[in-house]
Every structure is written in structure tokens, then in C-alpha cells.
């Protein structure tokens, strides 16, 4: 039986697979084309965006940082996602 479950898993997985793989190849041609087609400013304001990104994600470690000091078990008593 587990080797039917097996030969029959074998060829899923590589059509699966195959059809993943040519759609991430689609997606990453299309933000490429796209990417060449925008301006210098919107390629500057990205670039500002993605930044303004970094250093709210650095501030927002300091402060979880902080909380673990002052507060040991904030996370488990606020985390929403459990």
C-alpha cells in the first residue's frame, strides 16, 4: 500500500512542482518588466520607501528589546497570533 500511496505521489509532486515553478518564472518576468518600466522617481521613492521600511523594523526591535527587559512576558500575555 505505501508503495502505491509513493508511485502515485511521484508524478503529483513533479507536475505540482513544474506548474510552481513556471509560475514563479511568470511572476519574477512581470516585476521585471515592470520594474524597467518605471520612472526615476518612482524608482527613488521606492528606494526611500524601502528604507523608511529598515529603520522602522531597526526602532521596532529596540523597542520589543525593551519590553523584554522591562517586561519578561509581554509576548505571551499580548501576542495575538497564539
Do not use: C
Not at 513556471?22 to 518612482?42: A, C, N, P, T, V
Not at 521596532?60 to 523584554?68: G, K, Q, S
Request: overall charge negative.
Amino acid at each position: 500500500m505505501d508503495v502505491e500511496i509513493l508511485a502515485l505521489s511521484i508524478p503529483i509532486v513533479a507536475i505540482v512542482g513544474g506548474i510552481s515553478a513556471g509560475m514563479l518564472k511568470s511572476y519574477f518576468s512581470h516585476k521585471e518588466r515592470m520594474m524597467s518600466h518605471m520612472s526615476e522617481d518612482q524608482v527613488a521613492e521606492l528606494d526611500q520607501m524601502s528604507r523608511r521600511a529598515d529603520i522602522l523594523d531597526k526602532r521596532l526591535n529596540v523597542l520589543e528589546r525593551i519590553l523584554d527587559d522591562e517586561v519578561p512576558n509581554w509576548r505571551e500575555t499580548h501576542d495575538k497570533t497564539i
